[in-house]
């Protein structure tokens, strides 16, 4: 019988990827995925340590974990940003654990476990530098028609909220011809749809030498590359940096066929007296100029965001301008957060102006309702209107019916059909619209892709759609509002 492993997954898009690759790599060592956490020779837990009270619901689920291990002698790994945080703490408060490794050092996870094997105490490993970029490991997708391919590691900049930079070091680009070829990769394995990884994907490349030049982004001229890619039908990418977001990229996704209408802008606050204390070197106007840009020259295109409330020194004002740059952009959607001082961030340390929480929640509720309301408006806007969808799964609510987004990430929920599976592309009216999704009619127009006839092979051998049994879990911080897209920090 081959060992069997189950990941859970905390935080962003960045760990769903490197937790796709640590499931690659136990399979490439013999292990197979389990049913459920319970049931798994191995359990792996991806930290995040980006928000939150991270600490306390990693030792909550070691707890549990441990319950697990004196049944089941269940193999225990701990990775993420909060094991490259907090390795040695883990092993001290946690030494049922087996194995600690950091954001830094993927690739050895089979020699851990090999070392876990002949060790009573945890085995940590946490390393400073980049060891392997995480791409150049195998991955194993939750979906046979989805990717996440990361672009860049690591981030140059130091909002000073932010515990990133600390934990994944400086940025590192990978080389354009990389990242195409492993996109080409993928398309021959059936992917259709790429999701581009990086903190601040703008700045990318700006470290790699181009005809003995760097300090250049490069970022529109890999959107454009990835533009000829045969049978890809969709590029999406997160996140994008207001600061260095050069309109060259606008105008590569405009003329970009494969590339979605979608841009997600983290915004952070709307006052710039905050923006200059977030260390955010780019003021609301700019940000409005490029919402204003982007809308003029994509009038179909999604605009998202992340905006923190409550950072310290907030006032009453500071506040209303977050609100007037929301009520003028009128974002599709927002994910908001109340600030979350994380150890060793400069904004941690203004604890004199910290602001009260009673504030911070009354003014987390007016921005939730006005973002909320823009949501819905802007699904209403779209009854009427033929979307394409990519279909992603069954309902989890309705067996009757599938869920697919559109180009630009609306989720939309449309009558199943015995000509289409999750991964092919349909035509759908939208009919009714919520604030976090639309019904679609019976499909118009079905294109059946690799994808979708591998799924439906599958379903047909009662495999079930996934590739992966386990959806990855992320633990919702109590602060973030709707969470169909989490997002990078940006
Ligand atoms: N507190 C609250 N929100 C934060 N984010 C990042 N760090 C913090 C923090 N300390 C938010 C930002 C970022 C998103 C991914 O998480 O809005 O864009
Ligand atoms: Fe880097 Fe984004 Fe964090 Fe700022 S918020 S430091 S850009 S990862």
Same mark, same amino acid.
């Given at each position: ?27 490439? =060592? ?12 191995? &359990? ?49 408060? $946690?030494?049922?654990?087996? &194995? ?62 932010? =515990? ?7 940025? &590192? ?46 970022? $529109? ?27 060259? &990229? ?147 609510? /309705? ?24 991964? /092919? ?18 499909? =118009? ?12 092979? $599958? ?7 996934? =590739? ?23």
């Amino acid at each position: 019988m081959p060992r069997t492993y189950a990941i859970r997954t905390f935080g962003c898009q960045m760990n769903e990827h490197d937790s796709s690759r640590a499931a690659g790599l136990l399979e490439t =060592i013999g292990y197979r995925p389990a049913d459920s956490v319970e049931t798994a020779d191995l &359990v792996l837990v991806n930290t995040c340590a980006v928000r939150e009270n991270a600490d306390n619901k990693l030792y909550g689920t070691l707890g549990h974990l441990r319950t697990l291990k004196a049944e089941r002698g269940t193999t225990l790994v701990v990775g993420g940003c909060l094991a490259q945080k907090d390795g040695a703490t883990v092993a001290e408060k $946690a030494p049922w654990v087996d &194995v600690v490794f950091g954001t830094h050092n993927l690739g050895s996870l089979p020699d851990l476990l090999l070392a876990a094997d002949s060790a009573t105490l945890p085995v940590v490993e946490l390393v400073e530098q980049l060891e392997s970029f995480p791409s150049a490991l195998p991955a194993k997708r939750d979906v046979r028609h989805h990717a996440w391919v990361s672009i860049s590691v690591g981030c140059n900049n130091s909002c000073s909220f932010c =515990i990133v930079p600390s934990l994944r070091g400086p940025e &590192v680009s990978r080389r354009v011809g990389d990242i195409v070829g492993e996109v080409q990769a993928l398309v021959a394995d059936d992917v259709v749809e790429v999701t581009l990884l990086g903190q601040n994907v703008n700045s990318y490349g700006r470290d790699l030498e181009v005809d003995g030049r760097a300090g250049r982004s490069l970022f $529109a001229d890999l959107l454009r590359a990835l533009g000829s890619v045969p049978d890809l039908e969709r590029v999406r990418f997160t996140s994008p940096h207001p600061r260095d977001f050069t309109l060259d &990229v606008l105008d590569a996704m405009a003329e970009t066929t494969n590339v979605c209408e979608h841009l997600h802008l983290p915004l952070q606050s709307g006052s710039d007296r905050l923006l200059k204390a977030m260390r955010r070197s780019y003021r609301a106007e700019r940000y409005m100029d490029l919402v204003r840009r982007t809308r003029e020259l994509m009038p179909e295109a999604t605009l998202t965001t992340d905006i923190i409330v409550g950072f310290p020194g907030e006032t009453d004002e500071d506040f209303a301008a977050t609100m007037a740059v929301v009520e003028e952009a009128r974002f599709e959607q927002a994910y908001t957060f109340k600030y979350s001082p994380r150890p060793g961030t400069d904004a941690a340390m203004m604890v004199d102006d910290f602001v009260d929480d009673a504030i911070v929640t009354t003014r987390y509720h007016a921005l939730e309702a006005l973002t909320r309301r823009h949501s819905l408006e802007s699904h209403q806007r779209l009854i009427g209107s033929t979307q394409e969808l990519l279909v992603q799964s069954p309902s989890k609510t /309705d067996p009757t019916r599938l869920s697919g987004y559109t180009r630009g990430h609306h989720l939309v929920h449309l009558p199943a059909d015995d000509r289409f599976a999750p991964g /092919d592309l349909v035509t759908t009216e939208i009919r009714e619209a919520s604030t976090n999704y639309m019904i679609g009619s019976p499909a =118009i127009d079905v294109r059946r892709t690799r994808a979708g006839r591998a799924t439906e092979a $599958a379903l047909a051998r009662g495999e079930g759609w996934q =590739i992966r049994h386990l959806p990855p879990t992320d633990p919702a911080p109590e602060s973030a509002t709707r969470r169909r897209l989490p997002v990078l920090p940006g």
